[in-house]
């Protein structure tokens, strides 16, 4: 018998009001992988996160987390998953350590298992040495390297991660992606939200691609962009006038195009219809899949 | 089923995870996380919020019992007015030691702190949470509550075996004030709207209270209002526990502290439920 997923969404609608947050989603998270869940601000990922700890209650389909039905079996899910919130909920008059102490105690950890589950944690996150510091003093990559331990205190098979990166430098994010990179290899099934292309990319084994709630592309990052992309695109740089000109050149010829910023990048094969466009090539990526198939820009 | 489907090399030791047992509806190592959690920071602020709780009711029986005392010699019964306002001022402090604290605190741990999110996130549901948070908010106004009796006591009021039974009847009393507070931050807006509440429903309480005067000078309209008052009935009882107690009437009164707490107990759990799961 096969393992069940880590998470199983099917057919999930959740609405606040007049806003459909989540439009008849389906989503699987396939343990011991990855899945990078990707899409602008406002696609629908936070709420999504919320749903599986039962933080919303979705008013359509069904959602299985570790095959406990939610939110029926939540708290039973709830005990073997961690969370890594987006926003920076820590406590941040208590120490390093304290913060860890607490949820120790609420993951239920076992006494006699606190202290070891406790230096694990801070090991992970390299604040071994700053276990008496408060929080308050820590700098940005360091708290977030804390949130992160406090998920995972008691060893869970699941982990949320809302946004791990978002807000810092690009040193300190590659430190996290190393951390997120060595859960992936102990095993531990993983859901990471991220508007950021590049950390899907590196880290997630399949991503789906949200847009205004739902489901627009599921798929390994590498088949995304050659099935959206092609292998490489052409970045041409122009005057604001020029770009619209070209844009419209390549609506005529039936071949599409994305606006980034200071240049229109042609998507698919460029060789063959002679065009004398002068640009950058460069291999197509995710960024350019999303936009395609979302109309939106990610950024 | 074992180690199906692990598609990563391990680099490290798997972890090794105690098998997960039934989780119950109220467990008692949620609401232990959650009390830990505020025992923790309460080491950090203990010394102002013990210094306010000590001061003020020195400050209101100098004023009231020396000063206004001064005026009144006796309430009756053969009680002083100080040993009166020094009795009747512990169901005050057990007041702002847990609706307060409450209120306030309630509304910035869910909205500027995003703690409860944080907690509900882990194997604690709201029921818990909120049960956890007015347990320990009624101990500390058991024990901040006595305060005024202890300041009484060094001027001149004298101990009695009743006042033992003090600090229980704060914990009721304040459990059903911080469940009255959990409720106002769940229900308010803005933090701003707090104002309304003391102005509007605190302060008028102490009008049918029996703290600084007795109650039956009231007309008969105030009597009834005070008998729907808890603080009022906190009143009674602290002061029978000092002066005597008066069977079935005390029976009553703390019976009204129990259905006090009770209601809030529920209220603040619904409110909570709304705000924090949506």
């Not at chain 1, 076992?110 to 390299?126: S, V």
């Not at chain 1, 291999?283 to 350019?288: A, F, H, Y």
């Not at chain 2, 203990?46 to 020195?58: G, I, L, N, Q």
Request: with cysteine; glycine share 10%.
């Amino acid at each position: 018998m096969p393992a069940p997923p880590a998470i199983r969404l099917r057919g999930v609608v959740k609405r606040y009001g007049e806003i459909t947050a989540v439009d008849k989603l389906d989503l699987e998270v396939p343990p011991g992988t990855c899945v990078g869940l990707l899409g602008p601000n406002g696609a629908g990922k936070s709420t999504t996160m919320r749903l599986l700890t039962a933080q919303a209650i979705a008013d359509e389909g069904t959602i299985e987390v570790l095959g406990y039905e939610l939110p029926r079996e939540s708290k039973q899910a709830r005990a073997e998953c961690g969370v890594v919130p987006q926003l920076d909920n820590l406590d941040t008059t208590l120490t390093v350590e304290q913060n860890l102490l607490v949820f120790s105690h609420l993951y239920r950890v076992p006494r006699r298992d606190r202290p070891a589950a406790i230096e694990r944690a801070l090991q992970l996150a390299k604040l071994t040495d700053r276990r008496d510091t408060v929080v308050e003093e820590l700098s940005g990559g360091m708290r977030r390297r804390l949130l992160i331990a406090r998920g995972l205190v008691h060893q869970p098979r699941l982990v949320l991660l809302d946004e791990p990166t978002v807000g810092l430098d690009p040193q300190v994010r590659q430190e996290l992606w190393a951390l997120i990179d060595r859960l992936r290899s102990e095993g531990i099934s993983i859901l990471m939200s991220t508007h950021y292309i590049e950390e899907a990319e590196r880290l997630a084994d399949t991503v789906t691609i949200m847009s205004h709630g739902s489901v627009v592309a599921v798929g390994k990052p590498t088949d995304l962009v050659a099935e959206h992309a092609g292998g490489e695109v052409l970045e041409v740089y122009g005057p604001p006038a020029r770009l619209a000109e070209i844009e419209t050149e390549a609506a005529v010829a039936g071949r599409r195009t994305r606006r980034t910023g200071t240049s229109v990048t042609l998507i698919g094969d460029h060789s063959s219809n002679g065009s004398e466009l002068d640009g950058v090539r460069r291999p197509g990526n995710l960024e350019d899949v999303f936009v395609l198939l979302t109309g939106e820009e990610i950024a | 089923m074992t180690g199906a489907a692990v598609t990563h090399e391990s680099t490290g030791t798997p972890p090794a995870r105690p098998p997960t047992r039934k989780l119950h509806r109220f467990e008692r190592s949620a609401i232990g996380g959650v009390l830990v959690r505020e025992m923790i920071n309460f080491s950090s602020y203990w010394r102002s919020t013990t210094f306010s709780s000590t001061v003020e009711p020195t400050i209101y029986l100098l004023a009231f019992g020396f000063g206004l005392g001064s005026l009144v010699s006796s309430v009756g019964n053969g009680i002083s007015y100080e040993e009166f306002v020094g009795t009747g001022m512990v169901a005050m402090a057990v007041l702002f030691a847990s609706a307060m604290p409450s209120m306030f605190g309630t509304f910035v741990k869910y909205s500027f702190q995003h703690t409860y999110d944080a907690i509900l996130a882990a194997p604690v549901d709201t029921e818990e949470l909120v049960t956890a948070e007015a347990l320990w908010m009624a101990m500390r106004a058991s024990v901040f509550g006595c305060a005024p009796l202890l300041v009484a006591m060094a001027f001149g009021l004298d101990p009695s075996w009743g006042m033992l039974a003090v600090p229980a009847i704060n914990f009721t009393a304040g459990f059903g004030w911080s469940c009255f507070g959990i409720s106002i931050a769940a229900f308010v807006r803005s933090i701003d709207n707090f104002g309304y509440i003391t102005s509007a429903v605190i302060t008028p309480l102490f009008l049918v209270a029996g703290t600084f005067w007795p109650i039956d000078q009231l007309p008969e309209w105030g009597q009834i209002l005070a008998q729907l008052n808890p603080l009022y009935h906190c009143v009674e009882l602290v002061r029978h526990a000092a002066f005597g107690w008066e069977g079935w009437s005390d029976v009553g009164n703390f019976a009204a502290l129990v259905a006090f707490g009770l209601v809030g107990w529920r209220v603040a759990i619904h409110g909570m439920t709304r705000k924090l799961v949506n």
